[in-house]
Each structure stands twice: as C-alpha cells, then as structure tokens.
C-alpha cells in the first residue's frame, strides 16, 4: 500500500485500524471517508512478495481475512453456490457440450489470470482444487465465528465479531 503522509497521518495511520484484521480494506474506507482517492493498482513491476510459506501459512493468512469477506451466513451460501457451481459443478456433468464449454471457459479465464499474475502455467490445471481449498477456507472461518473462537494472526488474537 502506498499514499501521502498527509493522508495517511489525516486518518490516523494504522492505529485507527489497529484491532482490524484486514487493516488495508479498513485504510481504504478511513482514506475515502475522509475526502482522499483510492486506487487499486498492479504493484507488480516495482515489488515481489511472498506472502505465505506453504499451506498451514497460507490457510492461516486466507482464514483471518475470511470473516471480512464472504464468510458471513447470509453471504456465504450464495457465494458456495455460485462458485462451485461455476467452477465445480461442470466437472459432475461431463460429458455434456455445456459442461465441456463451461470448462473451457474457466480455464481459459484461469489462464488469463495466471498469464497477468506471472504465476506457474502448472497451476491452472488445479483451479479446481484451490475452488474447494478456499470455499474450506470460508466455512471453516465461519463455523468459527459462530462458535465464538477468536481470529488470530501472527500469534494474537482478534474478538469473534460481526463480519465489516
């Protein structure tokens, strides 16, 4: 994330946010409410980052930005049923013409994200699989919160509260 100091001090920087888990959605919203512009940019060409060490780190960083997305109890069954039934729901009805095409489609969409994003050819193949890994994601957040268990992240804890 990048803005002015004047911006961001305007706001109040990230103390304003700090028992926010997802702090750059909540900056987004402090910097609009307050009259500043902002923009989502590729970042790309002028940084890397690695975000996550494997699966347990990854399904840890995905989980605490779950309750803050779509894993609320009005919001997650339409998502399930439109994610799954766009990328997951074709393979059940092979070999069907639409089911062929709505394949295609997926991976061709797929490709272009990966093609845009540089990330490896070989994981196009396993859209699938990242479909059902983060609808486990977003139902396990939500089960959690619903059984009252803190998100956590980075070893601290953050109340189970209302989704934003």
């Not at 983060?134 to 803190?150: D, E, K, S, T, V």
Request: aromatic fraction near 10%; include cysteine.
């Amino acid at each position: 994330m990048l803005c002015e100091r004047r911006a961001y001090e305007s706001i109040g920087g990230h103390g304003a946010v700090r028992r926010v888990l997802h702090e750059g959605l909540a900056l987004a919203r402090l910097f609009r409410a307050e009259g500043h512009r902002t923009e989502v940019v590729d970042g790309a060409p002028l940084a890397t980052c690695r975000m996550y060490r494997g699966l347990a780190e990854c399904w840890g960083g995905f989980l605490k930005n779950a309750r803050e997305g779509m894993a609320t109890p009005l919001g997650l069954p339409i998502w399930t049923v439109l994610l799954a039934g766009a990328h997951l729901w074709p393979w059940a009805l092979l070999p069907e013409m639409q089911a062929i095409l709505a394949i295609a489609l997926m991976l061709a969409l797929r490709a272009a994200v990966t093609i845009r994003a540089r990330e490896p050819w070989w994981t196009i193949p396993l859209h699938p699989a990242t479909m059902l890994v983060a609808l486990a994601i977003q139902w396990w957040a939500m089960a959690r919160w619903l059984m009252g268990r803190p998100a956590g992240w980075k070893g601290r804890a953050y109340p189970a509260t209302k989704a934003a």
